[in-house]
């Protein structure tokens, strides 16, 4: 096989449904090709199965989830200490090289939060100098609402999920194995 092809940057945000599931999509054409893959979740919590980890783990994909759940489930304080817990985890993992691709779910959410302060435990500048730095093969999915311009401005792809309509609006809660 010749040389590895330039790693890209794809940011999936906006806030129609879809996010997460289109960077699963893109782990399952990546293993498909011989890929490595790994994905970690800032805000998803451990304490909850979600279908895709499942069938991932049958492929090989390791999903972390480094988060504690919804902003508005734990205090500021926890949420502050998971974040600066999973930033240097998953950081590692993209400049480790091991992974060509790498999924860094809820990220523009996480960077996003407004309630409490959040840029001294998930520097955005440690955000662009990593994307911007990575490992020359690594490819990197960031999703998430409210993506920073910064990001966009340095990612290869972005792509913004709208909402026209949605089965919430209508009372519908989560549906497994749509949802999780």
């Not at 999703?143 to 990001?151: C, L, N, S, V, Y």
Request: net charge negative; no cysteine; hydrophobic share 40%.
């Amino acid at each position: 096989m010749g040389e590895k092809q330039k790693g890209l940057t794809l940011v999936y945000t906006g806030n129609g449904k879809g996010k997460t599931t289109s960077s699963i999509g893109l782990v399952v054409r990546a293993v498909g090709r011989g890929l490595n893959a790994k994905i970690f979740q800032f805000i998803k919590s451990p304490e909850r199965t979600y279908g895709e980890q499942i069938v991932l783990k049958k492929l090989g994909v390791e999903m972390v989830q480094l988060g504690i759940g919804f902003t508005w489930t734990k205090t500021p304080e926890e949420h502050r200490e998971a974040l600066r817990k999973a930033w240097p985890i998953a950081k590692e993992a993209v400049m480790s090289g091991e992974y060509d691709l790498v999924v860094l779910d809820e990220l523009n959410n996480a960077l996003a939060i407004s309630t409490f302060p959040i840029d001294d435990v998930l520097p955005l500048e440690e955000v662009t100098d990593l994307i911007q730095n990575k490992p020359a093969h690594v490819h990197l999915v960031i999703t998430g609402r409210d993506a920073k311009q910064e990001i966009k401005d340095v990612a290869d792809l972005v792509s913004v999920i709208d909402v026209e309509k949605h089965y919430y609006d209508e009372g519908v809660p989560a549906v497994k194995g749509i949802e999780f």
